[in-house]
């Protein structure tokens, strides 16, 4: 298994493995953590940079979100340029056009100078409305977008066989494969001199004058400084309160015909769809994005699956679904990214989180500003995208709002947890959190009747976990934890697994 779920993504066969041993002795200028595009552009910058860098991976590159992604990269984002300059005022919201191109020249560069194969391709997007609802959506993203001097121009057709309303068309956009991309940047990152060590878990760390000291499943290491490229930070941290995880699905399908969309394609429902195509080893596929929902929060993810597929069915001559995966993200209750210094650090270490659905972009362009955090001490974004910027103004109704299902979740599950008999009570194939004998399990029957019996609280912060019966994982409804049937970890924040009952 090569990601965070039981399904195959159209990525992963390109994955590659690194070493797994370091040396305790040395003393890096940074040490990153998390193997996915943040981690791996940030170290490859880094490193180019002239500092001595080692990235650590829990288990392997492209593990997490990167290898579950769509790799569409644009430069306007789920946050409007018109809810920007709501909350952020008319300045700020130019300073996030600025950030969006500033991520585009930085990835662009990394291709063209480093000659990466990686299927990259510039793109136009295309946003369409398809109701009366969407179409004072889509004047309102247009209306915001002018006001920041952003080009986005009305089209009366787009590149779908999908009925619209009313269009527009965002030239400079792209896509990519996203594996392809970090093993290549990983690559000229050890061509460098930088040090890549898998199944690394960091469990904790300490700062002081002297640096950074990171305890590893794999032992200590030091650094001047560490970056936090792990989706959300592990450990207890502000952030958790302010960013919220959600999955989202995937489907990737070849056509009868061949009228395979060139342009980037993008609804304005609520969670929104996505398309684009995409060749892997010459099989043209279209690959769809939607169903959207908070971490834990469907009683049937394989039902979001099949309501995809409905979907695609009823727009796209489908011929064949060849793959459908999920895979998880991170809202910022305020719809910025944090990227800078780790609420709770002195200024040594730093982090990166709260993509929405731009991780592309905002992980790309985290690269640039923690890399002129550290050698310049200061970056243009830097209080646009801190940390601890957090107001009650700006977002604080979705704040009280998912802390308040939090809570809800937290003492929901432990009342209204079944209570049985016997293990007995277990059918093949299903999985139930339970109560027996004052402690509660979370319990999955292989179809051959195997059990696997887990402790059910999330170590991260006491949460019951929840059964995903999609990427067959069990899911912490508060802050996105995942584990895998045998407890191990497939998700932070916790770096501790579930514990197992032989
Ligand atoms: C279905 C889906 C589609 C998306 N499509 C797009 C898109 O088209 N365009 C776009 O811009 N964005 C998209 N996004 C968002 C984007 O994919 C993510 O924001 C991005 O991949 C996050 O990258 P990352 O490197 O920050 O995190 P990840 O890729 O999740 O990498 C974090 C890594 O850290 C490791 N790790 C975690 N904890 C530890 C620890 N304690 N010690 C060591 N290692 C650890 C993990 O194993 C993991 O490999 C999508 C998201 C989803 C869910």
């Not at 989706?231 to 061949?258: D, E, Q």
Request: charged share 25%; aromatic share 10%.
């Amino acid at each position: 298994m090569f990601r965070d779920g039981a399904r195959k993504s159209m990525w992963q066969a390109e994955i590659k493995r690194y070493g797994t041993v370091f040396s305790e002795d040395l003393r890096y200028d940074v040490v990153i953590i998390g193997g996915g595009i943040t981690g791996v552009s940030t170290a490859h910058r880094l490193q180019l940079s002239g500092l001595n860098c080692l990235l650590l991976e829990a288990k392997n590159l492209g593990f997490g979100t990167t290898g579950g992604t769509t790799a569409h990269l644009n430069d306007f984002f789920d946050t409007t340029f018109k809810e920007a300059i709501g909350k952020f005022g008319l300045d700020n919201a130019c300073l996030l056009v600025d950030a969006g191109k500033e991520a585009m020249r930085v990835f662009h560069s990394n291709v063209t100078q480093h000659s990466v194969d990686c299927d990259f391709e510039e793109k136009t997007a295309e946003l369409f409305a398809v109701d009366e609802d969407q179409v004072s959506q889509l004047e309102d993203i247009v209306d915001g977008a002018k006001q920041v001097g952003y080009q986005m121009h009305y089209t009366d057709r787009i590149d779908f066989p999908i009925p619209f309303r009313k269009a527009v068309r965002i030239p400079g956009q792209a896509q990519f494969h996203p594996i392809k991309y970090i093993r290549a940047l990983a690559e000229v990152f050890i061509e460098n001199g930088g040090a890549v060590v898998e199944n690394c878990l960091c469990e904790s760390h300490e700062e002081s004058e002297e640096g950074v000291l990171l305890h590893t499943s794999l032992g200590e290491v030091r650094a001047k400084h560490a970056v936090f490229a792990t989706h959300t930070p592990p450990g207890i941290s502000l952030l958790h309160f302010t960013t919220a995880p959600y999955r989202s699905y995937v489907i990737a399908f070849s056509l009868k015909g061949n009228s395979y969309p060139s342009t980037l394609g993008y609804d304005l429902y609520d969670s929104y769809h996505y398309y684009r195509t995409h060749q892997i080893d010459g099989k043209k596929m279209v690959i769809a994005d939607g169903e959207d929902h908070k971490t834990g929060h469907t009683g049937d993810a394989g039902a979001c699956f099949s309501r995809l597929e409905d979907h695609c069915r009823q727009q796209f001559d489908v011929d064949r679904v060849e793959y459908a995966w999920s895979s998880q993200y991170f809202e910022p209750a305020d719809g910025l990214p944090s990227i800078g210094v780790l609420p709770s650090s002195e200024g040594r270490v730093f982090v990166a989180t709260g993509f929405r659905g731009n991780g592309m972009t905002f992980g790309t362009l985290s690269s640039a500003i923690i890399t002129d955090l550290i050698n310049e001490g200061s970056s243009r974004y830097e209080a646009l995208f801190n940390p601890k910027r957090f107001r009650p103004t700006a977002g604080f109704t979705t704040f009280i709002k998912e802390n308040a299902t939090v809570l809800k979740d937290m003492i929901g599950d432990k009342i209204g947890m079944e209570r049985i008999r016997s293990l007995a009570e277990i059918g093949a194939g299903e999985a139930k959190v339970i109560r027996h004998e004052g402690r509660s399990y979370a319990v999955f029957a292989e179809q051959d009747g195997e059990l696997h019996v887990l402790r059910s609280t999330c170590p991260h912060a006491k949460c019951e976990v929840r059964w995903n019966n999609a990427e067959l994982s069990w899911d912490c409804p508060c802050h996105g934890s995942r584990f895998n049937v045998n407890g191990q970890i497939l998700n932070g924040p916790t770096t501790t697994g579930l514990e197992r009952i032989e």
